[in-house]
């Protein structure tokens, strides 16, 4: 049986010429074979165990390239859906430092088809939700999105959660284009090779740099002023947020003033690197045509 299902994924990934697999529910399964399924793939694998414990999920990475990162699951539900100290996050990552080999491959998600929306565990948190996905994709770890969270889709357990998209497919939603304008200058700064650190942090505001790409979020929709002094930027340099890049724009004179209102949340990168934005790509358009 062992030969059989190794032999089986060997096929599968030739045929579909698959970057990598996804494997579902690792624990029911001896470690020992998930290696060898996993060379026989020859492939990238994302492996599942529902767990928050790092100390019960992180052994599994000796065996899989990566796991589902569980346990920031509950603290970002945890710090932005509940509100509590935005230092959980670090205190998170400074946990799984001792059990995960490389949490930089770690699967970093805010919804999934296994658990209940964080809208329908917070619910009318929809800033909340916004700045839990702009931390899910710009962390560390590689970022996944649940269809439906950039409709504000709020169901709960099983089945609930996994509504039918194709009559409420809205490009215009203010999260898909969040989304959108993250991915595409996430892709411009190629932030996957910069190194993760945290500039700020207190109870409702938290601020983190991937090179020369400074994202700043809240917990709270309470009108915030921090003047973020640690920070990646050359003093003198212009660097604007994206959100907004021809507006909101400044020149670092001594650390960069950030203003946050009503929850949202702003990724500040030199003028210069501004990435172009087009909401949909052209299959995607030719697609929902």
Known sequence: MRQYLKDWIKGLVQKFDFDG?????IPEVKGEFWREYGEASGVFQMGECFNGDP????PYQQYLTALFNYPMYYTIGDVFGSGK???????RYDAEAYHFNDIDALG?????????RFLHNHGGKNKQLAAATVFSLTTR???????????YYGGGNDP??????????????????????????RKHSQIWDQEWVQRYSNSNFYAFSRGKFLVALTN???????????HPFSEGEEVCNIFYPTTDCQTVSGGVDVYLSNGESKIYVPKS??????????AAEEYLQ
Do not use: C
């Open 21 to 25: 697999i996804r494997i579902d529910t």
């Open 55 to 58: 100390a019960y999920v992180g």
């Open 85 to 91: 100290d935005m230092s959980k996050i670090k205190n």
């Open 108 to 116: 970093v998600f805010v919804d999934n088809h296994d658990n209940a």
């Open 141 to 151: 770890g590689i970022p996944f999105v649940y269809y439906g969270t950039e409709q």
């Open 160 to 185: 609930a959660n996994r509504e039918s998209l194709w009559n409420d497919m809205n490009t215009q939603s203010d999260l898909y284009q969040i989304i959108s304008k993250v991915n595409a200058q």
């Open 220 to 230: 709270s929709n309470n009108t915030q002023h921090f003047k973020v002094t640690y």
């Open 273 to 282: 690197e501004l990435a172009s934005h087009s909401s949909l790509s052209s």
